[in-house]
């Protein structure tokens, strides 16, 4: 079929506006030129080097994203000093490459070392930068970037026992971009998220300047606790709060099958565990007509069956669910559920490439019908393909005003849903099940906009367009309220002070909003 004038004038257009910022093969050879003068070369690795494949996918999760088609980084710069990531910058504005910022690789779209549509991107990779330098009197620590949750719990428990620090999980997520978008974990009811224990940061900005706090300012320090990845700057290193654990916590986990009452016990868990004592957090996995209620607890197994019994009956919890333990082994516990499986393995960095998953999320702030559970159960029919985790907030999460960082996701909010969908073999497609039951649970959960958690990334939600060189504030609206509500207005004015030419820019980076007064 011909294309009439018009058509055709506007297809072109399209491209342009598109392709406009895809800067020559001339000038990915000069910026890599730039890279030599200032950076070591073992340093730098190109598609040419032998290890740019085995450097590129050591902390790649996802398959998904490790594709013949995956658009690629031209190189991957892995910087064992600040000045490196600031002539990475200054390079990188100087020939028109932008850099993606790679800390632990876990982000759920892949797009700290890939990009969606054809363009020429540096990956700097904060890998060698990941020291932790704790200060016991003071119980205070700085955590590089580069670190993983692992490595920094772990050092912080084995230099200043009785100190810990509130964060995910996972162990091998990196300690950059968990924070950047917040850090929800099984302290959090007591402690908040883990950007509300950060003091001080250091970061190269989009001009290459290094900054602390003082020098950052007010909102740019505001927007980096939380604000998400890849807009503001690069974070070098974080000066975090450390807080108190006993030296023994408690933990369980039980499950509940349908038939053993399992739809019962979360209807009621919606509305017991947001308002339970801080020192107590339990949340849900449900997969496969089954909910396993993981919980941890600071204080000991006699204290917690007592609380168990009068607060929360329908779970049935005795003295024989208890495991007491040391907070660090509560941190492996949790993932791999066997009590003989050493902190060492906190320090394992290495992630496999076997499993593909597709990720979404929402915030519960009314109670779900027991109605409604009995629909959600059977979604999960496959055994393996899917699971929803259930985060409990309330608490000090909950008690925080919700303009107070970028995470908004505060007062009145019962918990965070989770949907994770995971299958194995070729296929790069997401199975259908994810999507609707996205979809049914639209009008049971929070409305106006619909909240998702930035740390969940998910393109389904939306993603930026690029209009005469700068991202559109509009269209990155659409995404943006969900994970930031109210505050995203004054992340995206930041923006626009910060890097109001939009160097820092992916498929859901915060759009530069500029006063045209
Ligand atoms: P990655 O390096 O991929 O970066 C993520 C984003 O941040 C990218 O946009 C990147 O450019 C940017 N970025 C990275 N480093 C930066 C830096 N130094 N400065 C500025 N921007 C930077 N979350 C949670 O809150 N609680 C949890 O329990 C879990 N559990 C969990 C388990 C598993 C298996 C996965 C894969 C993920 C989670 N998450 C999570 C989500 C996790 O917090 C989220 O994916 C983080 O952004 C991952 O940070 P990384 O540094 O690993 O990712």
Known sequence: ?????????????????????????????????????????????????????????????????????????????????????????????????????????HDYEGLSYRSERPETFAVVDLENLRAVRVNRRAATAWVDSGATLGEL??????????????????????????????????????YGLSVDNVLDATLVDATGRLL??????????????????????????????????????????????????????????????????????????????????????????????????????????????????????????????????????????????????KNKSDYVKQAITEASWEKIFPWFNNAGAGIIILEPHGGSVGSIADAETPYPHRSGVLYNIQYVAFWTGNGTDSPNWIRGLYDFMEPLVSKTPRGAYVNYRDLDIGENTVIGGVTSYETGKVWGEQYFGGNFKRLAITKGKVDADDYFRNEQSVPPLVSRM
């Open 1 to 105: 079929m011909a294309l009439s004038t018009g058509t055709a004038l506007l297809l072109a257009v399209c491209f342009l506006a598109c392709y406009a910022s895809v800067p020559s093969l001339a000038a990915s050879g000069e910026f890599l030129q730039c890279l030599s003068g200032n950076i070591p070369s073992q340093l730098v690795f190109t598609p040419s080097s032998p290890s740019f494949t085995s450097v590129l996918v050591s902390s790649i999760r996802n398959p998904k994203f490790f594709t013949p088609t995956t658009v690629r980084p031209v190189c991957i710069v892995t910087p064992t000093n600040a000045s490196h990531v600031q002539a990475a910058v200054v390079c990188g504005r100087r020939h028109d490459v932008r850099v993606r910022v790679r800390s632990g690789g």
């Open 212 to 357: 602390d706090k003082k020098a950052m300012g007010r909102d740019l320090f505001w927007a980096i606790r939380g604000g998400g990845g890849g807009s503001f700057g690069i974070v070098l290193s974080w000066k975090v709060r450390l807080v108190p654990v006993p030296q023994t916590v408690t933990f369980f986990n039980i499950q509940k099958s349908v038939d053993q009452g399992a739809v019962n016990a979360v209807t009621k868990w919606q509305t017991i565990a947001p308002a339970l004592p801080e020192d107590l957090s339990i949340r849900v996995i449900v997969q496969s007509k089954q909910a396993l209620f993981q919980s941890l607890y600071f204080g000991n197994c006699s204290a917690i069956v007592r609380t168990m019994s009068s607060q929360f009956p329908e779970l049935g919890m005795t003295r024989a669910d208890c495991r007491e333990m040391s907070w660090l082994q509560s941190t492996v516990n949790i993932n791999s559920g066997d009590a003989n499986i050493t902190v060492e393995t906190l320090l394992n960095r290495t992630t496999s490439l076997n499993t593909f998953t």
């Open 153 to 190: 719990y772990y050092t912080v428990a084995k230099a200043a026992p009785g100190l810990a620090f509130p964060a995910g999980v996972c162990p091998t997520i990196g300690v950059g971009g968990h924070f950047s978008g917040g850090g929800m974990g099984m302290m959090m009811r007591k």
